[in-house]
């Protein structure tokens, strides 16, 4: 393992980003459009095949079917579309096949740059006007050399794909007789607002941010009052539920910073998000996480939320 990638494992607040682009045909040329998801949603790039094209039997216009990819069948979107903007079509056109919420999907784009080391620090989060809009797909923009990237949402735009954002949170309810309070972190609006009716319908009280940065202002206030009047930070919060990909501050950091404080260290921290899976789970232990959970398992985190804070609660009374 390179220095390079124990540097990402151990919550420093970097990632790496492949930068591609969209060619929007206007009447005065090609436009260019820069974009950026991050390296750790990526498997490959291919190349398209010849002929790929739409059908208007397709569940989203997006949607150009499927090719095969050694033993998968990858279904494919066209980006473009989705983002709508009619692409100047050239040939050798890469697709980008990423896999996140246990999905592999490709999508199809004019072009792919180079692969960025970005600290998160330097990624804005969208405006607030932006941010609020039903169909915002921007989670940041970031200048990498003399260009803003726009990082795409693809989460959000597989969502919208399925025609049901709310499947993501079917299952059974969970409730807690207890009432609970969570600080909650994550950059999308969407996901903020299931997140908001998970944990109030499972009687929780429910404080939410945009990113880590915002988080770890208010856990510091929570610091400070504890300081001056005494107690713990387990009298203000039960718990902290962190996305890991946000503007600012990702959630490595967030987790790593909590637990290496002294004072707040005794608060319990769940990651959610779509990159967490068996194969990475070793980044979350690496930071202390008491718990990861898979997106969109939305019900899911709820209770395990439950259950670590029930947990915390049963081992400081014993």
Not at 3 to 17: F, K, P, R, S, Y
Not at 44 to 55: K, R
Not at 141 to 167: H, I, K, P, W
Not at 285 to 296: C, E, F
Request: charged share 25%; proline share 4%; aromatic share 6%.
């Amino acid at each position: 393992m390179s220095g390079q990638d124990i540097l990402l494992e151990t919550g420093t607040n970097e990632l790496e980003i492949i930068e591609f682009f969209v060619h929007e045909k206007t009447e005065q040329g090609p436009r260019t459009h820069y974009f950026g998801v991050n390296v750790a949603k990526v498997l490959e790039v291919v190349e398209a095949p010849e002929g790929l094209e739409g059908s208007e039997a397709a569940t989203h216009p997006s949607f150009l079917g499927t090719i095969p990819l050694r033993d998968l069948i990858l279904p494919v979107v066209d980006l473009s579309v989705w983002l709508n903007v009619e692409r100047a079509k050239s040939v050798n056109e890469p697709i980008i096949v990423t896999e996140f919420n246990a999905t592999i999907t490709g999508f199809l784009v004019s072009g792919v740059t180079q692969i960025h080391r970005v600290n998160w620090k330097d990624v804005e989060p969208p405006s607030k006007y932006v941010a609020s809009m039903d169909t915002n797909c921007i989670t940041g923009t970031v200048q990498l050399n003399d260009r803003f990237v726009l990082m795409l949402d693809l989460e959000r735009m597989l969502a919208d794909l399925d025609g049901d954002s709310q499947a993501h949170s079917s299952g059974p309810g969970v409730y807690s007789e207890e009432r609970y309070r969570a600080l909650v972190a994550d950059d999308s609006t969407s996901v903020r607002e299931l997140l908001r009716r998970n944990f109030t319908e499972a009687n929780f009280e429910v404080t939410l941010v945009g990113d880590g940065a915002e988080a770890w202002d208010r856990l510091l206030a929570i610091k400070a009052r504890v300081e001056q009047e005494g107690g713990s930070p387990l009298d203000h919060l039960d718990a902290v539920v962190s996305d890991i990909e946000m503007p600012r501050m990702d959630g490595y950091t967030l987790t790593r910073k909590i637990k290496e404080d002294p004072v707040l260290k005794v608060l319990p921290v769940a990651l959610f998000s779509s990159l967490i899976s068996k194969g990475v789970e070793h980044k979350g232990h690496a930071v202390k996480a008491d718990a990861q959970v898979t997106k969109p398992e939305f019900h899911g985190l709820t209770a395990k939320v439950i259950d670590l804070i029930r947990r915390w609660k049963a081992e400081a009374a014993a």
